[in-house]
């Protein structure tokens, strides 16, 4: 069996013997001696564990990404480059975040400071940030008690894209990938993560029970919040045809493994409902490691992808030793937290088909709060239009109001063949209530759920009426204006 090695803070290590579900984060901090990296919540809210790890992007660039250790499982960094708070002082001197970040005086307590310094860090190195919304969304998942988010966010915004000539830039040029290619072993438990489709089928033949894994957002809960031990995990990450972003049959082809924020990059040009509900999924440091497939796969009835999935006609694509295998989206949600995946069989790709002319379609996300929470109903909708403003096709999905994300089929029906106006959607509002009877719960109330689902659909008719795929605008999503 093999080692696990990684490179931490530019050194190499090499490990045995530890558990497979030791978090990165436990590991810096006990084994490695490197407590600059701190624990709030062990569940990827608050950002005070926040480290950079140096790894490919999904074009196969390097590219530094933010990133929470309390979900990383130490064996999802193999042949990688781990970089903590410790790393950013070189040569005796201070780096620019940290300067920075005094200056504006963007620390008090301290505690949320490191996860805060890394955050930045990876904004230092982005060069995209050519806009305000998205230096919000770099550091929303970073909390803070003391300061106040305005010396932070001024802060951010003064090193963002400046790619000073640093140990991190050096290690961006001349890193060259390395093979994350594992099987280990300790005590009872094991985790592999094979490279190629046949290492993936031996695994399988040999553990039929394996447990996939490719973030670890959802899974690693389990090993933080519930002690969890699987005995056996496998994980995706390695398999490069699982990380496709491409077009595909005159629409696109998602690769399950890709991470949500590549596939946030990819379909803000390609399918701008997808980008609207990603813009709005968790912080910065968990679209940087969750995926499309795990979001899926987890089959949660409040999933965020599902339903703009469901409305734009997607087809999950399940590989297995046999061959491939075809589902509509439709057919993927089997019941509650349950899918159609059978035994040995992965989800491979999301195949997003062509959108006919006329097409409107949206996506929405309702939550308590606007920004970083779970939904408590969530929309994806398309509808498709011919030149005599008669509806040919409508698909109207859900989340939150079922036991899966599902469509609203009787509502569907009444609009179909009908004509798109203002006075039809009002009509067919009527049946949404024989599509779904939703639950009350801390998110809401059945009432609550059944009158945003209606409103969402009237938002739906007005917001297309000019734009038939609208963006959102470029609006804050921070509470604080700039100075
Ligand atoms: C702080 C926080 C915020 C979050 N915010 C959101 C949010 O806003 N919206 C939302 O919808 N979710 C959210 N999530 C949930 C989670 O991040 C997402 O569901 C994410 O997409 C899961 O992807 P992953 O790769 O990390 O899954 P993993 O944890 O790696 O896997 C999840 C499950 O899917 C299975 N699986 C994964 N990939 C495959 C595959 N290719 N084939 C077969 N099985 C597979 C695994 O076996 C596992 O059971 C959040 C989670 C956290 C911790
Ligand atoms: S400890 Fe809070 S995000 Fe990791
Ligand atoms: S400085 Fe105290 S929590 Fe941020």
Redesign the pocket.
């Known amino acids: 069996m093999e080692r696990l090695r990684f490179f931490l803070n530019d050194r190499p290590v090499e490990e045995t013997g530890l558990s497979p579900t030791t978090t990165l984060l436990r590991y810096l901090r006990e084994r490695a001696h490197l407590s600059g990296t701190k624990e709030g919540?062990a569940?990827?809210?608050c950002g005070a564990c926040s480290v950079a790890v140096l790894e490919q992007d999904g074009r196969g660039a390097p590219t530094l990404r933010a990133v929470?250790a309390c979900?990383v499982l130490l064996p999802m960094v193999q042949g990688k480059r781990v970089y903590t708070v410790e790393a950013l002082k070189e040569g005796g001197r201070y780096h620019v975040v940290q300067e920075t970040l005094a200056k504006e005086l963007g620390s008090q307590c301290g505690y949320c400071t490191p996860g805060v310094a890394m955050a930045m860090l990876e904004a230092c190195h982005r060069k995209d940030l050519d806009e305000p919304w998205k230096l919000d969304a770099q550091m929303c998942?970073n909390l803070c008690r003391c300061t106040g988010y305005r010396p932070i966010r001024e802060a951010a915004s003064q090193v963002a894209g400046q790619c000073p000539p640093d140990r991190f830039s050096r290690a961006l040029e001349e890193t060259r990938p390395e093979s994350m290619a594992l099987r280990y072993e300790a005590g009872a438990q094991r985790f592999f993560t094979p490279d190629s489709r046949e290492a993936l089928w031996e695994v399988l033949e040999a553990w039929p029970e394996a447990?996939?894994?490719?973030?670890?957002?959802?899974?690693?809960?389990d090993v933080t919040k519930r002690h969890a031990e699987p005995p056996l995990?496998v994980?995706?990450e390695a398999l490069p045809e699982?990380r496709v972003l491409e077009p595909h049959e005159g629409g696109h082809r998602l690769g399950?493994?890709v991470?949500?924020t590549d596939l946030e990059d990819y379909a803000r040009t390609a399918c701008p409902p997808l980008e609207r509900m990603l813009r709005?999924?968790?912080?910065r440091?968990?679209?940087n490691?969750?995926?499309?497939?795990?979001?899926?796969?987890?089959a949660?009835p409040?999933?965020?992808?599902?339903p703009v999935l469901l409305a734009l006609g997607a087809e999950a694509v399940?590989l297995s030793r046999e061959g491939e295998r075809r589902v509509a989206l439709d057919d993927f949600f089997s019941g509650y937290r349950r899918?159609a995946?059978g035994r040995g069989?992965?989800?491979?790709w999301v195949d997003v088909p062509a959108q006919p002319e006329g097409t409107r379609a949206v996506a929405y996300?309702v939550?308590k709060r606007r920004e970083?929470?779970?939904?408590s109903v969530?929309a994806g909708f398309r509808v498709v239009v011919d030149g005599e403003g008669q509806v040919v096709e409508a698909r109207l999905a859900y989340?939150g109001m079922a036991a899966t994300p599902s469509r609203a089929r009787r509502t569907e029906a009444a609009l179909v063949g009908r004509r798109w106006t203002e006075a039809v959607v009002e009509e067919a509002l009527g049946r949404l209530e024989e599509d779904f009877t939703p639950l009350s719960d801390h998110r809401g109330s059945e009432w609550y759920r059944a009158r945003v689902a209606k409103n969402l659909l009237r938002g739906f008719f007005h917001e297309t009426l000019a734009e038939p795929m609208p963006r959102l605008g470029e609006r804050h999503t921070a509470t604080v204006q700039v100075r």
């Open positions: 919540c569940e990827g809210d929470n979900l998942g447990r996939f894994v490719v973030g670890g957002t959802d899974l690693s809960l995990l994980s995706l699982l399950a493994a991470r949500l709005y999924f968790g912080s440091q968990i679209k490691r969750a995926t499309l497939g795990g979001n899926l796969c987890t949660s409040i999933g965020d992808l599902a399940l899918t995946l069989e992965v989800l491979a996300k939550s970083l929470d779970i939904s969530s989340g």
